[in-house]
Every structure is written in structure tokens, then in C-alpha cells.
Nanobody, 127 residues
Framework: VQLQASGGGLVQAGGSLRLSCAAS????????LGWFRQAPGKEREFVAG????????HHADSVKGRFTISRDSVKNTVYLQMNSLELEDTAVYYC?????????????????????WGQGTQVTVSS
């Protein structure tokens, strides 16, 4: 399994970025894919997750209303649209995947549940 993240960069506060995570190596119909981030000196935290089969999604409270996760099942890619970026959003962003029953809530996604990680992509928000 390979997860290839891209799209990070430097942006001013209030700006937007879109991250992409290209997934390959297996079918993901039984998987959840998600975005996580890790700021310097802090633990990796959940940002948003999406169930591959149904497209249902869940966002962390800190990004709700500003970030949107989506997936393109033809391109096997998961996106994170980030709007109204804040200084506190500065971090390395990672995509991850875990296998999960549809009965398990998306809110249970955490770094501990992830089976596969992609490499990180740096997002820096400047004032």
C-alpha cells in the first residue's frame, strides 16, 4: 500500500490550500482514509476522515467549517480542502488509512488506528 501526499506549501493567514493523497496498492472499499497533522513539539492529531465506500466523513472540531475532506474513487485520491487557514494550522500533514467496519464511527479514527501512513507534506501559515 502506498499513500502519496502532496499539495503543502506556504500560505498567508486566511488563504487556502488543497492537499491530495493518492492511494494505491489495494482496493480501499473496506477502509477509512484520513488526514492528520503534527505541529512541532506536539502529538499527531486527527483532522478529518472519510469512509471510502460510502463517502461519509467526519472533521475535527478545530477545523469544522474551514476544512473539507473528499475522495475521488476513480482517481483513488483523497483531498483536504483547507480554507480560512490560521497560524495554528501550521504543521506537517499526513494521510493515513485504516481498515474498519462500517459500524465503527469515523470519530474513532486516531493515529493509533492507522494501518498505513503516507509521507508528510508541510503546511506553513504566515501572518
Amino acid at each position: 500500500v502506498q499513500l502519496q501526499a502532496s499539495g503543502g506549501g506556504l500560505v498567508q493567514a486566511g488563504g487556502s490550500l488543497r492537499l491530495s493523497c493518492a492511494a494505491s496498492g489495494r482496493t480501499f472499499s473496506s477502509y477509512r482514509l484520513g488526514w492528520f497533522r503534527q505541529a512541532p513539539g506536539k502529538e499527531r492529531e486527527f483532522v478529518a476522515g472519510i469512509r471510502w465506500r460510502s463517502g461519509s466523513r467526519h472533521h475535527a472540531d478545530s477545523v469544522k467549517g474551514r476544512f473539507t475532506i473528499s475522495r475521488d474513487s476513480v482517481k483513488n485520491t483523497v483531498y483536504l480542502q483547507m480554507n480560512s487557514l490560521e497560524l495554528e494550522d501550521t504543521a506537517v500533514y499526513y494521510c493515513g488509512a485504516d481498515r474498519s467496519s462500517d459500524l465503527v464511527p469515523l470519530s474513532t479514527m486516531s493515529p493509533r488506528t492507522i494501518d498505513y501512513w503516507g509521507q508528510g507534506t508541510q503546511v506553513t501559515v504566515s501572518s
